[in-house]
């Protein structure tokens, strides 16, 4: 069982509208969370980090929150742009040793 | 200002060739990983390697694999008598300083990746 869990797997919503992807984890002890988009054909860039005592990090139009009482993330993304359809990917550190990765949420914005 | 570069970017071979995937860093970065992307699936860890040293290689497979990071040059990234399994996209990052042990704002940077294909 993967220890990063994120939902959904693929969210389709309009342009102009907002989405929120989930991250769930279950690794400890815990470090810092990342959320990363990644293009199709691209590699993966960082979004927004967050340690143990950040409740909420904003890039833009992206707003990460965290919850690490009940290991929660969510990236929140408003006014949805074409150019946001990518994979957004959460990866969690554990300890000084180790990151987890999160299968992404493939998301897709339509005109 | 380049940044992490990666080539080929695609890459066929039969059944039993051999894959070699090189990676340039960003200017002034000692520390490589190297990550694998089956599709529809996250990146999994194979590798990390600082200057001439390989620092974690438990995600990497016992055999077939290789990987290293001479002194001068990119870091390469072997896989010999390649199989159909083998074929996904191959990601390297770099960084600074070790992204393990070391602050939470100490960051990678990723490549555009090689898709290998396995015919």
């Known amino acids: 069982k993967n220890q990063v869990e994120q939902s959904p797997q693929s969210l389709i919503i309009l342009e102009g509208k907002n989405c929120t992807l989930q991250?769930?984890?279950?690794?400890?002890?815990?470090?810092?969370l990342r959320w990363y988009k990644q293009d199709t054909g691209r590699g993966p860039v960082s979004l927004t980090i967050?340690?143990?005592?950040?409740n909420t990090k904003s890039n833009g139009r992206y707003t990460a929150t965290l919850d690490a009482d009940t290991k929660q993330s969510s990236l929140h993304i408003t006014a949805s742009q074409l150019s946001d359809s990518a994979s957004y990917i959460c990866v969690v550190s554990v300890g000084n040793n180790d990151m987890r990765f999160g299968a992404g949420t493939r998301l897709t914005v339509k005109p | 200002n380049a940044g992490v570069m990666q080539n080929p970017r695609h890459l066929v071979r039969r059944r039993g060739q051999e894959a070699r995937l090189r990676c340039s860093p960003v200017?002034?970065?000692?520390?490589v990983y190297w990550y694998r992307q089956l599709p529809e699936e996250g990146l999994k860890f194979m590798v990390y390697l600082q200057k001439e040293n390989i620092i974690d290689e438990s995600g990497m497979p016992k055999e077939r694999f290789s990987a290293e990071f001479p002194k001068e040059g990119p870091s390469i990234l072997r896989i010999q008598q390649v199989v159909r399994g083998d074929s996904a996209a191959y990601f390297c990052?770099?960084?600074?300083?070790?992204?393990?042990?070391?602050?939470?704002?100490?960051?990678?940077?990723f490549g555009p990746g090689t898709r290998l294909t396995v015919l």
């Open positions: 990052a770099s960084s600074p300083r070790a992204i393990r042990g070391g602050g939470p704002y100490n960051e990678q940077f």
């Open positions: 991250c769930n984890y279950t690794v400890s002890p815990f470090s810092n």
């Open positions: 200017k002034g970065h000692s520390h």
């Open positions: 967050m340690t143990f005592s950040e």
